[in-house]
């Protein structure tokens, strides 16, 4: 009960109106008046009334102000938001609503206080939260708080598919895919033009080629990555796979190779290892010659190109006519003999060569990769310094094997490497090669199988197929080539 | 995954208070939605901003694309501009945020920097001091950029060989220049030569290359 003497005199002391002492009876009587104390209680009740209309506006446009963060979602993804009104100290907060999640595929679930859902709609939205605090009477209209959501895209629906541009003086097919007998084995193949250049039309930069040299019994695989910064590396990709078949099939001195195989049967038999060393190095001055003669190739054609097409050498950063030509090179020759098939490798650039022993127990990778600190940072067979290099010497390029026999042989470019390997240590675990197969034979989110039977004439489709497979992030061009 | 980071360091000094902090809003939002209906973009970038004015705060860390949420900037009434001393957050952070490739770690992608103001630098010994070191981070491109009368373009030159001006810093050049830095970033991610840069697109016209 408030005292209404006490409130009479302080708003007599806010007005400056003095009561001297022989008035004090007078007040007091009029303290007591009915209408006095009515008038006193009313004016007290609008005081309460004011201040606390004015708490829980004051309240109410704090809320209003106090930025709510959620996370964004992406199209197609289940989406969680979990808001705690506790924790925002919004204890007085008389829940209502949310406006604006149900076109976006969501919904407020009151029992986890969370907005739910897959999203359908991307976009920057403002949803409504409808609210009330305690103390607001039931007629007054309830508050909005907008908070923000940010809905991604689906990334997979962002990708266009762009043909790249059959007119172009360098056009190059965007999918290739073969299968065929390659000595005693076979061989499947598949080299796909990436998500990143069908997104804005552009050319396929890997390539491959392979043959057997009925001349010699050798057969060849390569497979090249051409760079992604210059613009003829589909060309320089596809001329250092051309060159190595030309050079084993027109320029391998078949006398040389009658006296390098006499030696290998000499050595099955002697298990010399000083004959053994001689046959490497015979290996190696071989390959370099072939390495030698892709690089030339690629020269050749730079050289007369520039002269036709100035325009195309237009690149400011490029040093050399060989710059826009870069391309990865790697390739691996192999025969068979009695005692076991014979393999010679080289490789530059950031692509394996890996070899699968009969009983899948164990994994070889063939060469080590050139990759940077950095990604995208390599080197290429269009680059002069990889024959000299102190740091990386060219001899350890090349490498040679003598095995009982194997179950597969795979070169790959990175667009499979990255997505399936991740790192370069995985490359030296039989178990992730198991994984590899395992996935290529229907262990995979599509369930897409490859059948690696010889009876199998399907297969190159079935690769092609299998090479479409999703991996975030991973959008390069594609190319594995299977001996089997 | 590799991932592309892209750092943009912010002129928030006294001097862009008003319509050019306003119009720098508005073309960093412009440039993030531009990215996240990029395909390639969405799956690779990551994004940091710090800011620097009298002092230096780092903003948003390095955050990929698709939970990125970009704040309102704001800038001081008045004050100095510690351009140096932003260079310095940024060499701590890019040391600590930037995985490089080893045989068990995947490399980022070379990231970029975009360095943005409309004045010099107040401290300008640490200015000095920064440039071999940021110089040395290897990012695949450096781009400064000075926006309006009293930016200088040398001392960005000393930074890096890709400056650009602008006449203004009102909200349509801005824009320009914004759509023109998520061009760049777009090329961030292509297989190149270990040391070589990123191929710059052609900048608008409303934006000139400073040679």
């Known amino acids: 009960m408030v005292d209404i003497k006490m409130y009479i005199n302080s708003l007599f002391n806010a007005k400056n109106i003095l009561i001297p002492t ?25 005081q309460n009334f004011i201040m606390e209309k004015w708490k829980i506006k004051n309240r109410v446009a704090d809320i209003i102000s106090h930025q709510i963060v959620i996370p964004n979602g992406t199209i197609g993804k289940h989406y969680e938001a979990k808001i705690d009104f506790n924790k925002l100290n ?31 709609q991307s976009g920057d939205f403002k949803i409504k939260l409808i609210f009330k605090i305690k103390g607001e009477s039931e007629s007054t209209s309830p508050n909005e708080k907008l908070i923000s959501l940010i809905i991604n895209p689906d990334p997979k629906s ?88 030309d050079y084993f099939e027109n320029h391998h001195d078949v006398e040389q190779n009658k006296e390098f195989e006499s030696k290998l049967i000499a050595f099955n038999e002697s298990k010399d290892e000083m004959l053994l060393k001689e046959i490497e190095i015979a290996s ?48 691996a020759l192999f025969k068979k003999y009695e005692f076991g098939y014979v393999l010679q490798t080289f490789g530059v650039g950031d692509c394996p060569i890996a070899i699968m022993n009969k009983d899948q127990s164990q994994t070889t990778l063939l060469n080590w990769l050139d990759v940077g600190e950095f990604g995208g940072g390599t ?28 179950s597969y042989l795979f070169l790959m470019t990175d667009g499979i490497y990255d997505p399936k390997f991740v790192v370069e240590a995985n490359l030296e675990k039989n178990g992730k090669w198991i994984e590899f197969m395992e996935d290529l034979q229907g262990n995979n989110e599509d369930n897409l199988k490859v059948d690696f039977d010889y009876s199998n004439t399907e297969i190159s489709n079935q690769l092609s197929n299998w090479m479409d497979f999703w991996s975030q992030g991973n959008h390069d061009d594609r190319t594995l080539a299977i001996v089997y | 995954m590799r991932r592309l980071p892209v750092y943009f360091l912010l002129d928030t000094s006294g001097s862009m208070n008003g319509e050019p902090i306003q119009a720098l809003n508005n073309a960093l939002s412009g440039m993030i939605n531009t990215l996240r209906s990029d ?37 001081p009434q008045s004050g100095p501009t510690s351009t140096g001393k932003a260079l310095e957050l940024l060499y701590e952070k890019v040391n600590k945020d930037i ?3 080893t045989p068990t770690q995947k490399g980022d992608w070379r990231p970029l920097l975009f360095i943005f103001t409309d004045g010099k630098p107040s401290d300008l010994q640490l200015y000095a001091e920064m440039l071999p070191k940021i110089k040395s981070m290897n990012f695949g491109a450096i781009v400064g950029c000075a926006a309006g009368s009293s930016a200088d373009n040398s001392k960005l030159k000393e930074l890096t060989d890709t400056v650009v001006h602008l006449d203004t810093a009102d909200s349509s050049t801005l824009k320009q220049f914004f759509r023109w830095v998520s061009d760049t970033i777009e090329q961030g991610n292509k297989s190149m030569g270990t040391t070589d840069n990123v191929a710059m697109p052609p900048p608008p016209s409303e934006v000139h290359l400073v040679i």
């Open chain 2, 39 to 75: 395909a390639q973009a969405v799956e690779t970038l990551w994004i940091s901003i710090i800011t620097f004015d009298r002092v230096v705060n780092e903003l948003i860390p390095l955050t990929e694309l698709p939970m990125f949420q970009l704040p309102e900037i704001v800038c």
């Open chain 2, 99 to 101: 995985r490089k490739g």
């Open chain 1, 379 to 406: 080197r290429f067979i269009t680059q002069p310094n990889i024959f000299h290099s102190k740091e990386h010497p060219m001899a350890s390029r090349f490498n040679f094997q003598i095995v009982t026999d194997f």
């Open chain 1, 22 to 46: 022989t008035k004090q009876n007078l007040l007091d009587e009029f303290v007591r008046s009915v209408d006095c104390q009515e008038a006193v209680n009313s004016i007290i009740e609008n």
């Open chain 1, 284 to 331: 190696k001055q071989n390959l370099y010659k072939a390495t030698l003669h892709v690089h030339n190739k690629i020269k050749e054609h730079a050289e007369i190109t520039s002269k036709e097409h100035p325009e195309l050498f237009n690149n400011p950063k490029a040093k050399t006519l060989l710059d826009y030509y870069h391309s990865t090179l790697i390739f």
């Open chain 1, 90 to 120: 919004f204890t007085d907060l008389l829940f209502e609503t949310f406006e604006g999640l149900e076109e976006l595929g969501l919904s407020f679930n009151k029992v986890n206080s969370a907005i739910e859902g897959t999203p359908t």
């Open chain 1, 158 to 245: 962002l990708w266009k598919d762009i043909p790249s541009d059959t007119n172009d003086l360098f056009w190059k097919k965007d999918d290739v895919t073969e299968a065929a007998s390659l000595g005693d084995r076979h061989i499947v193949v598949a080299s796909k033009r990436g998500r990143s250049h069908e997104n804005v039309g552009s050319f396929r930069d890997d390539d491959f080629a392979y043959k057997y040299f009925e001349k010699t019994g050798w057969s060849v695989v390569a497979v090249s990555d051409g760079a992604g910064s210059y613009s003829l590396s589909r060309i320089g990709s596809q001329l250092a796979c051309n060159a190595v078949l």
